[in-house]
């Protein structure tokens, strides 16, 4: 029982702003007495410690001595007082104390300051005033801060419309803001405070995911477990009444086609993981420039999406154009450096002969890899070394042809962003909204959710000036006393 009181106490008195009234009995030893000490645990130096010394008609003796050495070290000082007796009266009992510690031949010799309960209470008022005097310039800087935090919110809920003019003009504004926002994600790559929310660093995502489209290309030409089988059943395919050595343009062709089909779904694959996320980034930016105006969103994000869903179909439709066009013909406008590339690659036919001899299963041919050879065995030496010279070609020519496809991909998906960012999304958004009706008007008419908004932080805002007032009032009321 006693703990769960003592709990009680220390819950109370624990508080730095709390003033600890330790109420003390003349007839006791303050230096070992409980209260004291618990009051000690939480206030050691005493400053916000005010001791009541009640009983002082019962045990004068030694009592001056008590409260004027401050053995048990009481911050704001001592006030002993008489109690009631009986059934004696407010004013009677102030009296008989009064004349108690103005007769009594050891209690009047206590500092007038020290004694009655008026002197407590003017002590308490005191404190008390000290107290708030303190809390209060803190009360006002918060009032002041949440204050400025509302106007700040208030100022940035929509203006109120009441006429086209007005809307058409606060559209426009959102037009253009809305542009500007994109261009900076889009095009230049700008990023805002918020550096952790990587989803919206546009520029370097982009990067990521056509570094991640040139490694699953590379990863597709990996050497073959069949190396040079295809390249063996089309040169016995096309082998004819002809000079030896001597292959018709058709043969290269035809394994640059099937290569070209064997990659042809990644591009297109790239285009959806892409466009994908740039719609995700233009809806999320839509939808911040249109929250002042939630009655414009359901259109403009249907305009939007439309906006996407052509250009990307705009930029599939390329894609597969030059997927197509990869197929019809090998061109490289560095015919100087295929020819090193693959005279290099060539050179390494005697790592292949030497694997044969040696009736190795695998040969590691440099510039080509690891490759499976003991299907190899027993094909003709002439037949062998074409088909090798004709996978060397491919492999040589494969490489400009990656390259360039990462290259045009990069380049044709900034072209694409751009032509959507600076023309298409706002000419159609303008269309939509301001010369088809499909929501100017609307503008008009406030929501409700924003009316409500507005309301509530302007009765916050006159609540908190108000308070401000009254506390600033208490504040010189307070000046004017201490004076």
């Not at 008390?128 to 400025?148: A, F, G, H, T, Y």
């Not at 982009?206 to 063996?232: G, Q, R, T, Y």
């Not at 980034?281 to 869903?309: F, W």
Request: glycine share 4%; aromatic share 6%; with cysteine.
């Amino acid at each position: 029982m006693f703990l769960n009181i003592s709990e009680i106490i220390m819950e109370h008195i624990e508080p730095e702003e709390s003033i600890i009234l330790n109420v003390l009995s003349a007839t006791i030893d303050f230096t070992t007495c409980e209260s004291i000490r618990m009051s000690q645990r939480v206030d050691s130096t005493g400053q916000r410690t005010l001791a009541v010394v009640t009983k002082s008609d019962r045990s004068p003796d030694g009592l001056l001595e008590k409260v004027t050495t401050n053995a048990v070290n009481i911050g704001l000082g001592y006030v002993c007082v008489r109690n009631r007796i009986d059934n004696e009266t407010y004013d009677e009992a102030r009296i008989q104390e009064t004349k108690l510690f103005e007769t009594h031949p050891l209690l009047s010799v206590i500092d007038k300051s020290m004694v009655g309960i008026p002197v407590l209470a003017h002590k308490l008022v005191q404190i008390q005033s000290v107290i708030i005097s303190k809390c209060l310039p803190d009360i006002i800087r918060k009032i002041n801060e949440k204050l400025n935090d509302l106007v700040l919110e208030l100022n940035k809920l929509p203006q109120n419309l009441t006429s086209l003019p007005d809307a058409m003009i606060a559209f426009t504004q959102i037009i253009v803001s809305l542009k500007e926002t994109l261009e900076k994600i889009f095009m230049r790559g700008e990023f805002d405070d918020d550096l952790e929310n990587k989803h919206m660093c546009c520029n370097a995502r982009l990067v990521e995911m056509i570094d991640e489209f040139s490694k699953e290309l590379h990863m597709n030409a990996k050497p073959s477990e069949n190396f040079l089988v295809e390249e063996i059943r089309v040169l016995q395919e096309s082998s004819g009444i002809q000079l030896p050595h001597f292959h018709p343009q058709y043969v290269f062709l035809y394994l640059l086609q099937r290569k070209v089909s064997s990659i042809s779904d990644l591009p297109i694959s790239f285009v959806n993981k892409v466009w994908g996320y740039l719609e995700d980034i233009c809806g999320k930016v839509l939808t911040d420039h249109c929250e002042n105006y939630p009655q414009l969103l359901a259109s403009m994000r249907k305009v939007a999406q439309n906006v996407m869903a052509k250009t990307k179909n705009k930029f599939l439709k390329r894609v597969v154009e030059m997927i197509e066009m990869e197929k019809i013909t090998g061109y490289t406008c560095d015919p100087d450096g295929f020819n090193a590339s693959w005279n290099q690659l060539k050179s390494t036919n005697y790592q292949l002969s030497d694997a044969m001899t040696r009736r190795s299963e695998s040969a590691n041919i440099t510039g080509y890899g690891l490759a499976k050879v003991k299907h190899l065995f027993n094909v003709p030496i002439n037949l062998r070394d074409q088909a090798f010279n004709l996978k060397m070609r491919m492999t040589a020519y494969w490489e400009i042809v990656m390259k360039r496809m990462v290259e045009w991909l990069a380049l044709t998906l900034r072209f694409m962003i751009q032509k959507v960012v600076i023309k298409e999304m706002e000419t159609a958004l303008v269309k939509e909204v301001m010369l088809q009706g499909a929501g100017i008007e609307k503008m008009l008419d406030e929501p409700p959710s924003v009316a409500k908004k507005r309301e509530r932080l302007q009765r916050s805002i006159a609540s908190l000036k108000e308070s401000k007032e009254i506390i600033e009032q208490v504040m010189d009321d307070i000046l004017i006393t201490a004076d």
